[in-house]
């Protein structure tokens, strides 16, 4: 005869079901801890998995346009350095015709002339850091001022001949749907100020030129008028300066509102994809306890058998 377990063939399923059941629990809380997410697939998110795949494509969309505007707010800030530059310039030109008139002296204006276009045709041709041309608009691939000398302007027919640079200025997209043109060209910025320098270079090459100490009633009537026209060269670069000041500034809020929509809608990201990690501690130290109180009541019912509940003069 055979002394059988107490414990029935139903209650070790039952304990096995349960010792299951924990492990898995043990597990998920592990993984939750480790990964700090509320799963590793999909299947964990369950009814969420839409909105968070929505709502991560809405941060990297707000992200992508956040890195643009950052590099466009950089080629304004870049721009507005340029447009002070040759604000400063297009008054020196004024000044050096005004004191030339006024001092009737005119020796030394063409050199100062001379200085002043290098330095404008440099400004103009300038490159960002991609190696495009920067007031080149759609041509960006080559110089936008062809000119390399007063000699070059006054062999082309107009001051406007010396620019080659494109008729769209570049655009940066800030949001779906809005863009701000942040990009500036060489013509719309210095085609006064050239035919202020050719004008004067004209001049000094024609049949009442010859600058020098001592100016004819031609030539101080010529520069009396180039100093209008100095003046309207300069405010074209003011303008300009002060147009860009203002992308600068929408470039500037546009990127503030893109990073707090990135934020927002990382926050809502991290609501749904990430586990509240004090709760999921908790969790896995009840798991392990839950785990570890299955497996004892299971070796103690496989340890049971009538042996234990017979006397000893019963035996």
Known sequence: MTIDRIATNSQSQLMLSQIQQAELALNKA??????????????????????????????NRADAYQSATTLAVNQA???????SSLSDLANQLRQAITTATGDNDGSTLMTTAQGIFDQVV??????????????????????????????????MTSSSDAFQNGTVAN???????????????????????????????????GPNGNFSTGLTDAQSTFLSGEIQTATTAASQVNNAAAANGNVYGQLKDASANQKAMSNLFQGFVANIE????????????????ALQAALQVTAQLNQVSLLNYLSPAGR
Do not use: C, H
């Not at 997410?37 to 968070?52: E, F, P, Q, R, S």
């Not at 440099?122 to 608009?137: E, P, R, V």
């Not at 110089?143 to 006054?154: G, H």
């Open 30 to 59: 592990q993984t939750q801890v480790t990964s700090g997410k509320v799963a590793t697939d999909y299947a964990g998110i369950g009814d969420k998995t839409a909105m968070l795949e929505a709502t991560r494509s809405a941060a």
């Open 77 to 83: 800030n870049l721009q507005d350095n340029q447009m």
């Open 122 to 155: 440099q400004i103009l041709n300038s490159k960002d850091s991609n190696g495009n041309y920067l007031y080149g608009g759609d041509k960006n691939n080559q110089p936008p001022v062809t000119a390399t000398s007063l000699n070059d302007l006054i062999s």
């Open 171 to 205: 655009s940066v997209m800030i949001g779906d749907g809005q863009s701000v043109k942040v990009g500036m060209l060489a013509s719309d910025i210095g085609s006064g100020l050239l035919k202020t320098l050719k004008d004067i270079a004209d001049f000094n090459a």
């Open 274 to 289: 990430q586990v509240d990690m004090p709760t999921a501690i908790t969790q896995l130290n009840q798991s392990q306890v």
